[in-house]
């Protein structure tokens, strides 16, 4: 498999659900994203703008190729409520040969959003 044809994970925060379900559903169809699993119910502890924060929050992982990382960040920014989202691309390492060429397979034809 090449380099660009790996599977990576984008990992990012949403401070509401359907906010982290809307940006997941344009990602996916726009194919983007073969999945995202959106999981609700995590506390955030940060330090913003000088002040200590503690909020809710739900965090997403967005299954992509790694040739598509930069159009999903640009992507997921601009629809992204926050200011500053946290935005990561995490690779990885081996994964079933099966599912790897899903996410191939599902995000092969990616649509301008």
């Not at 995202?36 to 909020?55: C, D, L």
């Not at 099966?98 to 995000?107: A, D, N, R, S, V």
Request: hydrophobic share 45%.
């Amino acid at each position: 498999m090449a380099k660009d044809d790996r599977p990576v994970l984008v990992y990012t925060t949403f401070a509401h659900l359907d906010d982290a379900k809307r940006v997941g559903d344009a990602l996916v169809a726009a194919r983007l994203a073969a999945c995202v699993n959106i999981f609700p119910g995590m506390i955030s502890i940060y330090e913003w703008k000088g002040a200590r924060e503690m909020a809710g929050e739900v965090a997403m992982i967005i299954k992509t190729m790694a040739s598509l990382a930069e159009a999903v960040l640009a992507e997921t920014k601009r629809l992204h409520p926050y200011e500053l989202p946290a935005l990561l691309v995490l690779p990885t390492e081996g994964g079933s040969d099966e599912y790897c060429g899903w996410i191939l397979g599902q995000t092969g034809s990616a649509v301008s959003p």
